[in-house]
């Protein structure tokens, strides 16, 4: 009988990418995913924003500038050109720079911890799951 081999699983990170329009409130919405997987050399944002949900917490939202800002999350974790100086930084370094606490419109939330066969099929299910 040959045995089935499992896929190998490795250690990733990830953290949700929240939009608080009103700091003071400390009311937000998650609108996208960071995820890390160091095993793999993977690093990916995953980003979908429901103006309509941002609305409804301030209907003065600036969501031109929420996307904009959800876009050059996505354009550090993809490291090419646009990605600006921090395009020579190892994918890591960029991560933690990503989830390191601000208080802007776009904040990362905590940092959590799983194991994956497929970091971006993980990257796709996260952002089914808690953005969606």
Excluded: K
Excluded at 56 to 70: F, M, T
Excluded at 106 to 126: I, K, N, S, Y
């Amino acid at each position: 009988m040959n045995a089935v081999t499992p896929p190998r699983r490795d250690v990733f990170e990830y953290a949700l990418l929240r939009v608080v329009p009103r700091i003071e409130r400390g009311e937000h919405i998650n609108a996208g995913i960071l995820l890390y997987c160091r095993p793999r050399g993977f690093l990916a944002a995953r980003v979908h924003l429901d103006p309509d949900r941002l609305r409804a917490l301030d209907r003065h939202a600036d969501v031109a500038g929420v996307r904009a800002a959800l876009g050059a999350a996505q354009a550090l974790c993809g490291g090419g050109a646009e990605a600006g100086q921090a395009a020579g930084d190892d994918a890591g370094r960029r991560f933690r720079w990503l989830t390191a606490p601000r208080s802007t419109v776009v904040q990362p939330g905590p940092v959590h911890t799983g194991l994956t066969a497929d970091p971006e099929a993980e990257a796709e299910r996260l952002l089914e799951l808690l953005v969606r």
